[in-house]
């Protein structure tokens, strides 16, 4: 079992950047696939961004590609993401997820064993 605690998130103006932290429980951190996806205001919940186990694959979707970057440190049981250029459109609660690929090379999109509580990413116009 792994748990997921986010933080990070708050209030930042159009073109601003926000750092995002997930820190995770457990010995097995090492070996899993990490995730972040967020969900809008009446949309579904979406992909945006991955890493595999060692932090040298990741995957990104097209919207923040260029602007964010998902990289992870092992030794603190943590994943970051790192938010530049934010767009109003950005606005959503970001929610980090473990996969419980146990040191596959494949970067995921859907499939997520694990997920935190979330936290709020206002980006204001």
């Known amino acids: 079992q792994v748990q997921l605690v986010e933080s990070g998130g708050g209030l930042v103006q159009a073109g601003g950047s926000l750092r995002l932290s997930c820190a995770a429980s457990g010995r097995t951190f090492n070996s899993y696939a990490m995730g972040w996806f967020r969900q809008a205001p009446g949309k579904e919940r979406e992909f945006v961004a991955a890493?595999?186990?060692?932090?040298?694959?990741?995957s990104y979707a097209d919207s923040v590609n260029g602007r964010f970057t998902i990289s992870r440190d092992n030794a603190k049981n943590t994943v970051y993401l790192q938010m530049n250029s934010l767009k109003p459109e950005d606005t959503a609660v970001y929610y980090c997820a473990a996969d419980r690929s146990y040191y596959s090379d494949v970067v995921p999109r859907v499939g997520y064993d694990y997920w935190g509580q979330g936290t709020q990413v206002t980006v204001s116009s």
């Open positions: 890493v595999n186990w060692s932090g040298d694959r990741t």
